[in-house]
């Protein structure tokens, strides 16, 4: 077993996000909040990670459901120090660190973690706590030191004036001494103006056990960022997105306004590709290598390979896209649509479980759904499967070599054999054999000097 176990505070109530959802539940870069703590506590090599949760903890115990952690109730939200008591017989065979983060900082790093991890042990202090130092220290706690000593933190509310001065707050991320910190938190007083139990007294508390308290001070104040409105949560995502940028552009993606691009966490993109302002790319996408994305372009939960073109305007959606395809402007990839590569899909097309051999195409205002498409099929401008009864969804197959001309509706279910030709402006009704022509059309009429008998009679 780690002797590393972290525990995340989530029983806060979120009360300034005025918002029906539990705070940690809100997103940034595409991920709930709490899962940014998460991901350090495992990335720091916690083995057991118990999060406290109270308020709309029902949303909180259910979103982390498939994640491996254990959850904790603290029914009323008395303070940060009775928040990690209620963990406290999660931990009763427990003895190591214990890393306390909260569940609405979603900034913090495993770095700033592990130098935090490395001073603790090297200290072998009972509670180090992460700092930062702010110009604007208002509402945090502050640090009160005795040069690497701390001799206790003492909250904005409690503080006195010259205490207020201090610029070095507490982040609200410890390490504590395991078997320290469950001795002491039972016998904490709530001698505040909050009337709180308050966790950060556990650092006085170490003095008195002649036991050392020591910080960590944050390279990066951003960092300590924590989520309480929802200015603060738009000011969270701009820096994530500095940072996803960041990674991304140095791992060799030309961003042209890194400012106008919103990628999120899980999006992953290969080296050489190019993406133009107002280009936004989430859930699960992998974008290959190569590849162009023009502006105004989504892509959620798709997978594109290299060497792809993804023009103006276009919405792709659980859609896989082979190497050397050309999308849009305007095109509608809907999901379960699979192009095979070397696909054009053009101005105005939308597909949806759809899928194309290589090398078919559909340039202009078509509709593509429920279908299997061989290789090489053209479809002419103005194409329909008409897949849909009214009660029913139907399949439309065509094979390869086909080539639809434009206006053509097929009805399905229908199969059109390889290689046939479907004349314009026919609407298919049956299968069509290999090698075939299929036509449609009601033959033209013309009535000769049929003007000259009916002029125009313009009403007065
Ligand atoms: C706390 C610290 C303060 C620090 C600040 C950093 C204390 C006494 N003060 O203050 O020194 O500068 O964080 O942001 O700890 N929570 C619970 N149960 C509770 C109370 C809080 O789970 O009963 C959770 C909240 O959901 C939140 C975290 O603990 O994730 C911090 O609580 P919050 O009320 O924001 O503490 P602050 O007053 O900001
Ligand atoms: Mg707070």
Redesign the pocket.
Not at 78 to 87: I, P, R, S, V
Not at 228 to 239: K, P, Y
Not at 248 to 254: C, E, I, K, P, W
Not at 355 to 384: K, M, P, W
């Given at each position: 077993m780690s002797n590393l176990a972290a525990v995340?505070?989530?029983?806060?109530?979120?009360t300034r996000m005025k918002s029906e959802r539990a705070?940690?539940l809100h997103a940034i870069a595409g991920q709930a909040l709490l899962f940014y703590p998460l991901q350090v506590a495992r990335a720091a090599g916690c083995g057991q990670v118990s999060f406290?949760?109270?308020?709309q903890g029902d949303e909180v115990v259910e979103a982390l459901s498939d994640q491996q952690v254990d959850c904790v109730w603290?029914h009323?939200?008395?303070?940060?120090?009775?928040?990690l008591l209620c963990a406290a017989e999660k931990f009763s065979g427990f003895s190591g660190d214990l890393l306390l983060l909260?569940?609405?900082?979603p900034l913090l790093t495993t770095e700033s973690v592990q130098r935090l991890l490395d001073l603790h042990r090297r200290e072998e202090a009972a509670v180090t706590v992460l700092t930062a130092r702010l110009a604007n220290p208002h509402?945090?706690?502050?640090i009160v030191r005795d040069g690497e000593n701390v001799r206790r933190?003492v909250?904005?509310k409690d503080a006195s004036p010259a205490e207020r001065a201090i610029c070095e707050?507490?982040?609200?991320t410890y390490v504590f001494d395991a078997d320290f910190v469950f001795s002491i938190l039972p016998g904490l007083g709530k001698e505040?103006v909050?009337g709180?139990?308050?966790?950060?007294?556990v650092v006085a508390a170490a003095a008195a056990a002649g036991r050392k308290a020591r910080a960590v001070c944050l390279l990066d104040p951003n960092e300590?960022l924590?989520i309480?409105d929802r200015v603060q949560l738009a000011e969270a995502s701009r820096l994530m997105r500095q940072r996803i940028n960041q990674r991304l552009m140095l791992g060799g993606v030309t961003l042209v306004d890194p400012e106008t691009t919103y990628v999120d966490q899980q999006v992953e993109i290969g080296s050489d590709s190019l993406l133009h302002p107002g280009v936004t790319l989430t859930g699960k996408t992998r974008i290959g290598q190569h590849c162009v994305i023009e502006s105004g372009v989504q892509v959620d939960s798709s997978n594109i390979a290299d060497h792809v073109h993804l023009k103006s305007g276009s919405v792709l959606e659980g859609a896989l896209v082979g190497e050397n395809c050309n999308i849009g402007p305007m095109a509608h990839l809907r999901p379960g649509t699979e192009l095979l590569g070397h696909n054009k899909i053009g101005n105005f097309v939308e597909t949806k479980k759809a899928r194309l051999g290589e090398n078919s195409q559909a340039s202009h205002l078509t509709y593509i759904g429920d279908a299997e498409v061989g290789r090489n099929v053209n479809f002419g401008c103005g194409t329909i499967t008409c897949n849909y009864d009214g009660a029913n969804k139907h399949k439309t197959i065509v094979e390869d070599d086909v080539f639809v001309g434009s206006d053509t509706q097929f009805i399905a279910p229908v199969r059109i054999g390889r290689n046939s030709l479907i004349a314009a402006g026919s609407t298919i009704t049956k299968d069509v054999p290999a090698d075939s022509l299929a036509l449609s059309r009601t033959p033209q009429k013309v009535i000769e000097g049929w003007r000259i008998k009916h002029p125009l009679q313009k009403k007065k």
């Amino acid at each position: 077993m780690s002797n590393l176990a972290a525990v995340i505070l989530a029983a806060g109530k979120g009360t300034r996000m005025k918002s029906e959802r539990a705070k940690v539940l809100h997103a940034i870069a595409g991920q709930a909040l709490l899962f940014y703590p998460l991901q350090v506590a495992r990335a720091a090599g916690c083995g057991q990670v118990s999060f406290v949760v109270g308020h709309q903890g029902d949303e909180v115990v259910e979103a982390l459901s498939d994640q491996q952690v254990d959850c904790v109730w603290q029914h009323e939200q008395l303070g940060t120090g009775h928040a990690l008591l209620c963990a406290a017989e999660k931990f009763s065979g427990f003895s190591g660190d214990l890393l306390l983060l909260c569940g609405d900082v979603p900034l913090l790093t495993t770095e700033s973690v592990q130098r935090l991890l490395d001073l603790h042990r090297r200290e072998e202090a009972a509670v180090t706590v992460l700092t930062a130092r702010l110009a604007n220290p208002h509402g945090y706690g502050r640090i009160v030191r005795d040069g690497e000593n701390v001799r206790r933190i003492v909250e904005e509310k409690d503080a006195s004036p010259a205490e207020r001065a201090i610029c070095e707050i507490n982040t609200g991320t410890y390490v504590f001494d395991a078997d320290f910190v469950f001795s002491i938190l039972p016998g904490l007083g709530k001698e505040n103006v909050q009337g709180e139990y308050y966790l950060t007294d556990v650092v006085a508390a170490a003095a008195a056990a002649g036991r050392k308290a020591r910080a960590v001070c944050l390279l990066d104040p951003n960092e300590a960022l924590g989520i309480n409105d929802r200015v603060q949560l738009a000011e969270a995502s701009r820096l994530m997105r500095q940072r996803i940028n960041q990674r991304l552009m140095l791992g060799g993606v030309t961003l042209v306004d890194p400012e106008t691009t919103y990628v999120d966490q899980q999006v992953e993109i290969g080296s050489d590709s190019l993406l133009h302002p107002g280009v936004t790319l989430t859930g699960k996408t992998r974008i290959g290598q190569h590849c162009v994305i023009e502006s105004g372009v989504q892509v959620d939960s798709s997978n594109i390979a290299d060497h792809v073109h993804l023009k103006s305007g276009s919405v792709l959606e659980g859609a896989l896209v082979g190497e050397n395809c050309n999308i849009g402007p305007m095109a509608h990839l809907r999901p379960g649509t699979e192009l095979l590569g070397h696909n054009k899909i053009g101005n105005f097309v939308e597909t949806k479980k759809a899928r194309l051999g290589e090398n078919s195409q559909a340039s202009h205002l078509t509709y593509i759904g429920d279908a299997e498409v061989g290789r090489n099929v053209n479809f002419g401008c103005g194409t329909i499967t008409c897949n849909y009864d009214g009660a029913n969804k139907h399949k439309t197959i065509v094979e390869d070599d086909v080539f639809v001309g434009s206006d053509t509706q097929f009805i399905a279910p229908v199969r059109i054999g390889r290689n046939s030709l479907i004349a314009a402006g026919s609407t298919i009704t049956k299968d069509v054999p290999a090698d075939s022509l299929a036509l449609s059309r009601t033959p033209q009429k013309v009535i000769e000097g049929w003007r000259i008998k009916h002029p125009l009679q313009k009403k007065k």
